[in-house]
């Protein structure tokens, strides 16, 4: 029998991708007439603390991230809120959004690389 040597890993990533379905689907249906927030993607996601604490990266077309954060920063407790009456468990972990730039080093890289 295989044994994992952390089992509460399993379990946090579970939470983690729940936690990233849960939240984008609230973004779209509670803000998706937001012109910032509309644009936003959930990229990924990963557990911290266990379960308490779930960081949501996203990517955004919009060239101003800091307005993107901001507006995320300022909606995050209604999507708490909101996540806490869709998820079926006692605790409801923290999220905090944080932009994720991977999309946009490719594409730097992409464009050095043509002019190679």
């Known amino acids: ?3 994992n040597k952390n089992p509460n890993s399993n379990r ?3 939470m983690a991708s729940t936690v990233q379905t849960t939240v984008a689907q609230i973004l779209r249906d509670r803000f ?3 012109k910032i927030i509309s644009g936003v993607s959930l990229v990924g996601s990963v557990a911290r603390g266990g379960t308490q604490f779930v960081h949501l990266y996203y990517y955004s077309r919009n060239p101003d991230i800091t ?3 901001r507006r995320l920063d ?3 407790k209604t999507v708490r809120y909101e996540l806490a009456s869709r998820l079926d468990q006692k605790y409801v972990p923290e999220i905090k959004f944080e932009y994720d730039d991977t999309l946009d080093r490719a ?3 992409d ?3 043509e002019n190679l």
């Open 1 to 3: 029998m295989k044994h």
């Open 67 to 69: 307005s993107v954060q």
């Open 74 to 76: 300022e909606v995050t």
């Open 111 to 113: 464009k050095i690389l």
């Open 32 to 34: 998706g007439d937001d």
């Open 107 to 109: 594409e730097r890289l």
């Open 12 to 14: 946090s990533a579970r």
